[in-house]
């Protein structure tokens, strides 16, 4: 309650209610995990006053250049990404720099899902990120504001 008697009221978003804005990040000679930070709390809904943790309420993110994203140190040779096959002696691993020349937008994907919740909302909210590998994306339609990094 506060000082006139009057208690506190929580306001919760109902499901139609949120607008879900569109940003654009050039990812270009950007380090991988600060990219991915602004892109997972964007996607999230950190950014707004309206966010609330069990609910969809972030914007869409389209990022450009995800080819040319970096790493510090020897990270580009010595950072291995692994994956189980379930098999015996199925452990597959694949450096990050043999993974971003074979799938350029897969090292920023896996990174940003790293930072979501895994749980329904995330599996959910993975998808509002739209990664492109060269500079050219479909989303002008939708009008996307540049986001810094």
């Known amino acids: 309650m506060d000082e006139k008697g009057k208690k506190f009221q929580t ?3 109902k499901g139609g209610e ?3 804005d569109w940003y654009i990040i050039d990812a270009s000679g950007k380090t991988l995990g ?3 930070a602004v892109i997972a709390a964007t996607v999230r809904g950190k950014n707004k006053p309206t966010y609330t943790p069990n609910e969809e309420c972030g914007d869409y993110v389209v990022v450009i250049n995800a080819d040319k994203v970096v790493v510090s140190g020897k990270k580009e ?3 291995l990404y692994r994956h189980y096959t379930g098999y015996v002696g199925g452990l597959k691993s694949e450096s990050f720099g043999s993974l971003l020349a ?3 937008t897969e090292p920023l994907r896996k ?8 749980n329904r909302l995330g599996r959910k909210l993975v998808n509002y990120v739209k990664i492109y590998a060269g500079s050219e994306h479909p989303h002008v339609a939708q009008n996307p504001k540049p986001l810094e990094v």
């Open 102 to 104: 074979r799938k350029p």
């Open 111 to 118: 990174t940003v899902w790293g930072m979501l919740p895994h």
């Open 11 to 13: 306001v919760f978003n």
């Open 18 to 20: 949120t607008k879900h």
């Open 34 to 36: 600060r990219v991915a």
């Open 77 to 79: 040779t010595d950072m």
